[in-house]
């Protein structure tokens, strides 16, 4: 099955989002919410999941992601 977004409805790539992220209420306060906003350009199709998932290690590589203030689940 393929997940591009030419290939899935929105409805698809929400369901795609929800079963690969799991239980986004669950585990902590707020960083699991943070994580499926991550995707919501994926699901609208404007970037495909590889694209936004690059770009996400880039920020993480270099180091540019630690410039924002991100919210603590407490586990780190």
């Known amino acids: ?3 591009l977004i030419k290939d899935t409805t ?5 369901r795609i989002v929800a079963e690969s992220i799991g239980n ?3 585990m902590c306060d707020g960083c699991m ?4 906003d ?3 350009d994926y699901i609208d199709g404007k ?3 590889s694209q936004i998932n690059m770009e996400y ?3 993480y590589v270099s180091g540019e992601g630690d410039k924002e ?3 603590s689940c407490g586990y780190f």
């Open 57 to 59: 290690r880039a920020r």
């Open 38 to 40: 991550m995707y919501q």
């Open 10 to 14: 929105k409805e698809e790539r929400e």
């Open 47 to 49: 970037r495909e999941i």
């Open 1 to 3: 099955m393929s997940i």
């Open 33 to 36: 919410a943070g994580l499926a």
């Open 24 to 26: 986004i209420n669950g």
């Open 69 to 71: 203030q991100r919210p």
